[in-house]
């Protein structure tokens, strides 16, 4: 993953060092108003840093047409599936993970992007993507308690569920449980979601 770091967006201290500005969420936004960024942009906010996503291989493009099918079907009447699009994280993030699953809205979130306490699912599909989706994204979302991460993994063709944030001793945040489903078994849900996925439909 790469930050991006145009000169615009440095600061500097008082001995003439240059570091990078952390954004908001506000002033991320603005930077998309005023044509900085443009909505085509493979740019995620996480922690204030602006990062580069990786590029998608034909794997995660064939896991991710699949799951969307399936997630549709599945989820209808439950809640909403969103794809590739942001959510609203307290510690400066506007993460776009592959799948958001998040409860039904009145407005269907015409009006809003869904926060942490929308959300029932988080889905990454990952491959050159891997370590930093375990790793940044996973403490990302630990630390917004976020219940259900799951990784489909389609290097090792396994999917990783992770469970039970926490706070570590080092004041970072981690996934307490993690579960390695293979490519011949099927995976439920989690609760308050019914339906079941068969990982061989989705796992190229």
């Not at 908001?24 to 906010?45: K, T």
């Not at 079907?73 to 506007?94: F, M, V």
Request: glycine content about 4%.
């Amino acid at each position: 993953m790469n930050l991006v770091t145009p000169k615009a967006i440095f600061t500097k201290t008082r001995f003439d060092t240059p570091r990078l500005k952390r954004f908001s969420i506000e002033e991320y936004h603005r930077l998309l108003e005023i044509g900085f960024l443009h909505e085509g942009d493979r740019i995620e906010l996480i922690r204030g840093n602006l990062v580069e996503m990786a590029a998608k291989g034909t794997k995660h493009i064939f896991c991710c047409q699949e799951l969307s099918g399936i997630l549709h079907l599945l989820i209808n009447q439950e809640a909403i599936s969103r794809c590739q699009d942001p959510i609203i994280l307290a510690s400066g993030s506007e993460p776009e993970p592959d799948f958001a699953i998040v409860r039904l809205s009145p407005d269907r979130y015409r009006s809003r992007k869904p926060e942490a306490e929308d959300i029932l699912l988080i889905i990454e599909v990952s491959d050159s993507s891997l370590e930093y989706d375990r790793t940044v994204k996973g403490s990302l979302y630990a630390e917004a308690d976020i219940q259900n991460y799951w990784i489909f993994n389609v290097l090792d063709q396994q999917l990783e569920v992770y469970q039970s944030p926490f706070k570590n001793s080092r004041d970072g945040f981690e996934y307490g449980s993690k579960q390695v489903y293979r490519i011949h078994q099927t995976i439920d849900l989690p609760a308050p979601l019914t339906g079941t996925i068969v990982l061989a439909e989705v796992l190229p």
